[in-house]
T-cell receptor, first 114, second 114 residues
């Protein structure tokens, strides 16, 4: 168990809908990262938050957004969902005060868009 | 641009034999390199990392990796493979900016046959 929790574990929804994925980082970790894993795209970095502020953006679509709250949990919002958004979404956390700090991954949320 | 490549989609090895999973990278400056393992329907688990120092890095579950600067490689090794080592292995390089995002390779599936 990495200490990173993600809910829900599975999510099935229809095209055009909006969903929210939730992540709680390991205790003490200030940085949260979101990744998307799909068969054709592999593991892609989406966005990073550090202590409530956006730190870096990757291949995140405009239909997607995220935030990190004062208690450091994070939410990834996916809207106007398309079939191609079906994927495994991972959250990871790290201390991020050490440049060599490894990231610890949650179990993921499997999103299926029908 | 920073990137990481895993040239083999799959590696097959017999139990008890040594295993190697290859990784090469392209990064400016001194790289921070990581190996993660993913079991079916699970999140990524950190195995080991290279930041600086000894080129041979030892990690979890008997895995080790050798950093070779001249060949820009960071191959994962284990002296004696177990069937339970069968999984998907990812090499990653840390993006050298103020974020700590990781750029992942495409993954290598390791199959250890009894």
């Amino acid at each position: 168990d990495s200490g990173v929790t993600q809910t829900p574990k599975h999510l099935i929804t229809a095209t055009g809908q909006r969903v929210t994925l939730r992540c709680s980082p390991r205790s003490g970790d200030l940085s949260v990262y979101w990744y998307q894993q799909s068969l054709d795209q592999g593991l892609q970095f989406l966005i990073q938050y550090y202590n409530g502020e956006e730190r870096a953006k990757g291949n995140i679509l405009e239909r997607f957004s995220a935030q990190q709250f004062p208690d450091l949990h994070s939410e990834l919002n996916l809207s106007s969902l398309e079939l191609g958004d079906s994927a495994l979404y991972f959250c990871a956390s790290s201390v991020a005060t050490n440049t060599g700090a490894e990231q610890y991954f949650g179990p993921g949320t499997r999103l299926t868009v029908t | 641009a920073q990137s990481v490549a895993q040239p083999e989609d799959q590696v097959n090895v017999a139990e008890g034999n040594p295993l190697t999973v290859k990784c090469t990278y392209s990064v400016s400056g001194n790289p921070y390199l990581f190996w993660y393992v993913q079991y079916p329907n699970r999140g990524l688990q950190f195995l080991l990392k290279y930041i600086t120092g000894d080129n041979l890095v030892k990690g979890s579950y008997g895995f080790e990796a050798e950093f070779n600067k001249s060949q820009t490689s960071f191959h994962l090794k284990k002296p004696s493979a177990l069937v339970s080592n069968s999984a998907l292995y990812f090499c990653a390089v840390r993006w050298m900016d103020s974020s700590y995002k990781l750029i992942f390779g495409s993954g290598t599936r390791l199959l250890v046959r009894p």
